[in-house]
């Protein structure tokens, strides 16, 4: 489906985070905070998620990916 967007400028960056900060202001479920914690342990070593998890200081760190894109749209 044709939106009839013209793409004026496209920028993207990555939004650094710390797990334990993230994870006490979202609210998991009882014991699936224990999982999240896991996955990103796991994806220290295989970026399989592509957040580059790191660990630094003992805690795990971690950047979501995102793109902003400005456009117009001819009025018709």
């Known amino acids: 489906m044709e939106s009839g967007l013209r793409i004026l400028d496209r920028s993207s960056y990555k939004l650094e985070m ?4 993230q994870l006490s202001s979202s609210f998991p479920r009882e014991g699936d905070a224990e999982k999240i914690r896991e996955m990103f342990r796991a994806d220290l070593r295989t970026d399989s998620m592509g ?8 805690r795990i760190h971690f950047a979501y990916p995102v793109e902003i894109f ?7």
């Open 70 to 76: 400005v456009g117009s749209k001819d009025r018709r």
């Open 51 to 58: 957040v580059g998890a790191t660990m630094r200081d003992d």
């Open 18 to 21: 710390e797990l334990e900060l």
